[in-house]
């Protein structure tokens, strides 16, 4: 497959996705569809720009120590103009909650040949940095053809990705000659990238950028008001389930209610459960409504009477989750049970909390962590699964030796595996020298 045909299927995908893809931009208003077709804001032309691109919140949140060593390696942040790129609609309003004030956030361009040469010519890139991966063809190759070096940072390729690249791999060759570097994040990612075709002299495993993640200095406050206007309090244990996925939320449910139900001591606990897409918020409502047990929306959450009463709460806000952590005896990841999502596990163990993913959890870093972290087996009907669930909640909220052991696997993991933004850093220094040098 070339170019050519690439680029017709994207016009086909365009054609058939029409309806999704206006709802998708509306949500982002008029700002939006501006930038999604290649218009963002022109920026000025007097410092060098660099461009990081993320998918998502996690993304964007992984970003942090990496542009701090970036401005620390270039004498300062004041030394080029840095822009942010997502496609999501939470992942922007992460972006402009945490770097407004150092950053242009855009939505990054369709990959549409005229679409992403409007964009390279009013933010004029001289360097473009990738996290994890998303590998666009027109992007790339306009990039390419502009002298604009752009790397793959943090990059990973699943199972999945990489038996669907396989069957396009000539092309998948030609796309991933593009990047200047592919800094991956295992041997296995690595593996992956040469089979489908890239240099092996531009491949190279540094890890996840994620490890080095650490909480924000003003998380602390942020806590603190979270748990006064939840009621939440360390004598009631509180189980956080992340991200979740549809479906996941009555298996979480169920598996609360029969944790309540078979140990007295856990009668306290509470539950709260944080959608990942914000268009659900609606229709998990709606399922905490028609159950038993009293619950409450963070939005709506005025009434102290109603909060305190509350088992389980629905949180309804972006870029709240991560301090939520902070005060969880145990954390369910959602996209584990009944999707392959990956979710960010270091975000709640950096922050203390007991982890649990589902079967269905898929990471080719797993090996590195697996012993931080409670995996539940397969079960095939979902009240086996919701026992084997509550199973694993009442082990980790009623055995301190266990919970012991998981923090000290943490501690020994974080130790061994945190400095992916220093290797990334001296993989990237000859090219910001260069980059900075043109100007």
Not at 8 to 23: D, E, G, K, S
Not at 177 to 206: I, K, T, W, Y
Request: with cysteine; glycine share 6%.
């Amino acid at each position: 497959m070339g170019y050519a045909l690439y680029n017709l299927l994207l016009l086909l995908a365009t054609v058939f996705l029409l309806p999704y893809l206006i709802v998708a931009i509306a949500r982002g208003g008029r700002r939006g569809w501006r930038e999604r077709l290649g218009s963002p804001p022109s920026l000025p032309q007097e410092k060098p720009v660099l461009w990081i691109h993320g998918v998502s919140v996690g993304e964007i949140l992984a970003a942090e120590p990496l542009i701090e060593a970036l401005a620390a390696a270039v004498e300062g942040p004041s030394a080029f103009q840095l822009v942010l790129s997502t496609v999501t609609e939470t992942g922007q309003q992460i972006a402009r909650r945490r770097y407004a004030t150092k950053a242009r956030i855009v939505y990054f361009p369709f990959d549409w040949p005229l679409s992403v040469a409007r964009a390279l010519k009013r933010l004029h890139p001289s360097l473009v940095l990738i996290l994890e991966t998303e590998i666009w063809p027109n992007f790339l190759r306009q990039c390419a053809r502009r002298n604009i070096p752009v790397l793959l940072v943090s990059g990973r390729l699943s199972d999945r990705s990489f038996r669907r690249y396989r069957w396009v791999r000539p092309f998948m060759r030609r796309v991933l000659e593009n990047f200047r570097l592919l800094l991956l994040q295992s041997e296995e990612d690595a593996r992956r990238m040469r089979e489908l075709g890239a240099p092996g002299e531009r491949v190279h495993v540094v890890g996840n950028v994620k490890w080095d993640a650490r909480p924000p200095a003003d998380e602390a406050t942020r806590v603190e008001e979270l748990a006064r206007s939840l009621g939440l309090s360390t004598d009631r244990p509180l189980i956080v389930a992340g991200s979740t996925a549809p479906g996941e939320e009555a298996l979480i449910l169920r598996a609360f209610e029969i944790l309540k139900a078979e140990h007295a001591r856990l009668r306290s606990a509470r539950l709260l459960i944080a959608p990942r897409r914000p268009e659900r918020f609606d229709e998990v409502e709606d399922l905490l409504r028609a159950s038993t047990v009293p619950s409450v929306r963070r939005t709506r959450a005025t009434n102290r009477e109603e909060v305190e009463r509350a088992e389980v709460i629905l949180l309804d806000t972006i870029g709240e989750l991560a301090a939520v952590y902070r005060l969880a005896h145990v954390a369910v990841i959602g996209g584990s049970f009944y999707a392959s999502l990956a979710h960010n596990v270091i975000e709640p163990l950096v922050r203390g909390a007991r982890v649990i993913v589902g079967p269905r959890y898929s990471d080719p870093n797993f090996p590195a962590y697996e012993a931080c972290v409670w995996r539940i087996p397969a079960q095939a009907p979902p009240e086996a699964l919701a026992r084997a669930l509550a199973h694993a909640l009442g082990q980790l909220l009623l055995e301190e030796d266990l919970r012991a052991r998981l923090h000290e696997a943490t501690c020994r993991f974080l130790a061994q595996h945190r400095g992916t933004t220093e290797r990334i850093l001296a993989h990237l220094k000859p090219i910001l020298a260069e980059v900075m040098g043109k100007r």
